[in-house]
């Protein structure tokens, strides 16, 4: 995102935006929140037992006098739109987990490529040392990535 592209301090309020516009992902939390819904969806399917017993429902249920039966048609068509509603965010829910998750994989991916690109140059560097006759020179430690704006973490 072009921090030039909107006012100064717009990004002050957004969660995982610093003031210059780059983007903090933090993983744990995006599983976290992947682990939540998974959650809520659970209880969602629970729900489907009430959507499905209604509709067994004998129209005499609603009552047998003209206004009863005249709304029945309508209760029908709304349980009909709310079924489809209930099934289109089971599966939208069920997708946005799978999104939240391939995204804190395709981070965590992209950080481990990264580490086993820079172990093979620092074998390659070690190897032309030792090739050359030249003393080896100790690893630098590894630090954990500070996590912070622009970061991985």
Avoid: C
């Avoid at 929140?33 to 249920?61: F, H, M, Y």
């Avoid at 190897?127 to 630098?140: F, I």
């Amino acid at each position: 995102m072009d921090p030039r592209s909107v006012p100064p301090g717009a990004y002050g309020t957004w969660p995982g935006l610093n003031q210059t516009g780059e983007l903090r992902v933090d993983r744990t939390r995006l599983r976290a929140i992947a682990q939540r819904l998974e959650s809520d969806l659970e209880e969602l399917l629970e729900a489907t037992k009430d959507l499905q017993r209604a509709v067994g429902t004998p129209d005499t249920a609603y009552g047998t006098w003209d206004a009863a039966r005249a709304l029945v048609p309508s209760i029908r068509r709304g349980h009909s739109v709310l079924a489809d509603q209930h099934s289109a965010f089971l599966f939208e829910a069920l997708r946005t987990i799978k999104l939240l998750r391939r995204t804190a994989q395709t981070y965590d991916d992209a950080e481990a490529e990264l580490e086993r690109r820079i172990a093979a140059v620092q074998r390659q560097l070690q190897q032309t040392q030792t090739d050359s006759g030249s003393p080896r020179k100790p690893s630098p430690p590894t630090a954990p990535p500070r996590s912070g704006p622009g970061s991985l973490k």
